[in-house]
């Protein structure tokens, strides 16, 4: 705050503001910021522009007026297109009725909090899990039951009965992220069939975040609880252009709820922001029609360092993790260095590489850092010979 300023006493400010947990990932990405030359890998990021093609319908959008208030729910076409979408690549039939465009993932995440709970209310996170959803948690003053994943050395998985026994009478929701940021993990159908079941019987809600569904290594997409869902099922998705299409700085993503959400979520999003900008949303058509190419290059370049990780991980005897299936992370910890903020600083001071320390992912990231390699192969290969100086045994 500036000196010509007088200092505002905290308690202006409202006490879940004043009270909200700190993020280590920010503050390692304010410590390395003021640092010259470093290697930034801490946020989900990547270094490809948005293509052209999508770049250029927006222009044409624009440069046709489409620059006013649109639908709160966002322009039929892109609803339409998003309906396409899931026939098309995950041969689901799903109605507009059930799209709802947002202006990002993280709004749409909000949004869905926003309709469903209210103070005090039981939440059930599985963690290893993206910091801001679990912030977004504090901020909708739920009581938040974590449930870690189990791990061994990168290797994660979760038990599912672990899960279920975790659900009292009073769970409200479940909020799940499969592919998972930090460690790349996909629910299999088998569990996501039975958790959907056993959310139905007990009339507890899901929110999947399914935001890395398109960035998988084998195959064409991560199994989805929309495979196992009924049109009314107390199911939200949340999903971005984000990471997908390359257009995090875009802020546009959907979310897919039951048919009875959609009055909810127009007034929600009516009264947040009257809705996400109508020419934006042409990228978004863009990017669902014709972005299948895209997606297949930037796959390519995120296995050929995948690789590079993994062979370069392999010559260090201090360095514990698996391949991710899926993302552009790799979540990893180093033998012996059990601190993941000190770790993520020496990193910083000594490597000129900032990665996001695990702890900043719930308890059971702790002694972990992510290392986001949706960068160039030279940037990889750098920051990997970097750190590896860094810990050499
Ligand atoms: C799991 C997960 N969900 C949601 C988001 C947010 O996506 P958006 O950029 O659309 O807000 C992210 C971004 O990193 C993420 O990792």
Known sequence: MSDRHPK???????????????NPGAE????????????SLAQGDSDFGTPDFICDAVTKAMKQGLTHYGPPLGIPELRQELSDYYKRIYGLDIGVERMFVTGS?????????KALVEKDD???AVTPIWKNLLSSLELAQCRITDVPMDQEN???SLDLDKLMDACTAKTKLILITSPSNPSGWIMQRDQIKALMNFARERGIWIISDEVYSRTVYEGRYAPSFLEFATDDDLLFVVNSFSKTWAMTGWRLGWLVGPRAAHDYI???ALYDYMGPPPFIQHGGIAALRDGEGFLKTQIDLWKRNRQTLQDGFAQSNRILSTPPESSFYY??????????????????DEAGVSLAPGCAFGKVGTGYLRFCYAVS?????????RILSVIKD
């Open 377 to 385: 192969e030279e940037k990889v290969a750098t920051a990997l010979d």
């Open 154 to 156: 990168g290797d994660w």
């Open 266 to 268: 127009r007034d929600i």
């Open 331 to 348: 979540f990893f910890k180093v033998d012996g260095e059990p601190d993941d903020i000190a770790l993520a600083r020496r990193f910083v």
């Open 122 to 124: 039981e939440v059930i």
């Open 8 to 22: 505002t006493d905290p308690s202006h400010f409202s006490p879940v503001m004043r009270d909200l947990s700190v």
């Open 105 to 113: 993932g993280s709004k749409a995440m909000n949004f869905c909090l």
């Open 28 to 39: 390692i990405m304010r410590y390395a910021a003021v640092k010259p030359d470093i290697i």
